[in-house]
């Protein structure tokens, strides 16, 4: 048998306005335009125009951030997702087609402290925890920034977490608000290697060694 080698290459060119065309082994081509401030980079694309009549548009803020990602054909046939953030920079808000809004909130040391989804609003920017307590779904830390609890508003899968004094998780328990609380415990070896997981529910107890 005679073989041939053939060589498959992506081809990247650098043009004008600090757009890349990337031509791939099937000769098909997309542009990608960056935000470009003091010292233009491309680790923030603003414009795709993909292979086969896609585009995608990304608004960004001063930092950086993406506050609006729209994916869209060349005719009228478009969608958004859109993010805003709070006055410290942090991400408050979440809008996506599926599931509509997800507000978001944040403890003095920038861990998610609480979160609500799928709220249908007309309401603008970040709202208040106390505004979307029907859905809200609550975490607490450790000095360690570790999560300790995450309770929700119907207090079905409120969750606690212990943990070793070297950090590794020791218990999770989950509650349902039933009655029906399962713990799961976990074991390790000297080198802190997960040796085994045990579930327990009731009467019923099953170990994973």
């Known amino acids: 048998s005679i073989f041939t080698n053939r060589v ?12 890349t065309r990337t031509t791939n082994a099937r000769g098909n ?14 680790d923030a694309p603003v414009y795709i125009q993909h292979p086969g009549g896609a585009y ?6 001063i930092f950086g951030k993406p506050e609006i990602l729209s994916r869209r054909d060349a005719a009228t046939n478009s969608i958004s997702r859109k993010y805003t953030y709070n006055t410290y920079q942090e991400l408050c808000r979440v809008f996506e087609p599926e599931t ?46 570790r999560i300790t609890s995450l309770t929700f508003a119907d207090g079905k899968g409120d969750t606690t977490y212990t943990y070793h004094p070297d950090g590794q998780q020791n218990v999770l328990i ?36």
Not at 56 to 61: A, H, P, W, Y
């Open 100 to 145: 509509e809004n997800t507000f978001l909130g944040y403890d003095l040391a920038g861990n998610l402290e609480w979160s609500a989804s799928g709220y249908t609003t007309t309401a603008i920017g970040c709202l208040a925890k106390t505004s979307v307590a029907a859905r809200r779904a609550d975490r607490a830390y450790d000095s360690l920034n």
């Open 29 to 42: 081509v997309t542009l990608t335009q960056y935000q470009t401030l003091d010292q233009p980079t491309t």
């Open 56 to 61: 995608t548009d990304i608004d960004r803020d």
């Open 174 to 209: 989950v509650d349902n608000g039933d009655g029906n609380i399962v713990s799961t415990t976990y074991a390790y070896n000297r080198r802190r290697l997960l040796t085994s997981e045990r579930m327990d529910w009731n009467a019923i107890h099953w170990t994973v060694s």
């Open 8 to 19: 498959v290459a992506t081809v990247n060119a650098y043009e004008t306005s600090f757009v």
